[in-house]
Nanobody
């Protein structure tokens, strides 16, 4: 019903930046929110950031100030600008959509390493 297409992951040095993007397509009756979660090796999946259709944002404390979520409502696309990346940010990042049931992307790998 709803398909999420992600891009932007990769390898980056500590202190570097990446921008992730995720576009929602398909039969979308109401896209309430989109966002990002991540899962590092040996850890549970955790919230990174979300943004509602009104533009209200929510960040995990560890990401606030370094990561910025934004959206393009006309394109049903969400972005995650990640700055000052740290090795502990290494994880698979998953796009999320509330439409109004939950949908997930396939995940994109972010590796922060020297």
């Amino acid at each position: 019903q709803v398909h999420l297409v992600e891009s932007g992951g990769g390898l980056v040095q500590p202190g570097g930046s990446l921008r992730l993007s995720c576009a929602a397509s398909g039969t979308i009756f109401s896209l309430y929110a989109m966002g990002w979660y991540r899962q590092a090796p040996g850890k549970q999946r955790e919230l990174v950031a979300t943004i509602t259709r009104r533009g209200t944002t929510n960040y995990a404390d560890s990401m606030k100030g370094r990561f910025t979520i934004s959206r393009d409502g006309a394109k049903n696309t969400v972005y995650l600008q990640m700055d000052n990346l740290k090795p502990e940010d290494t994880a698979v990042y998953y796009c999320y959509a509330d439409a109004p049931t939950d949908y997930w992307g396939q995940g994109t790998r972010v590796t922060v390493s020297s």
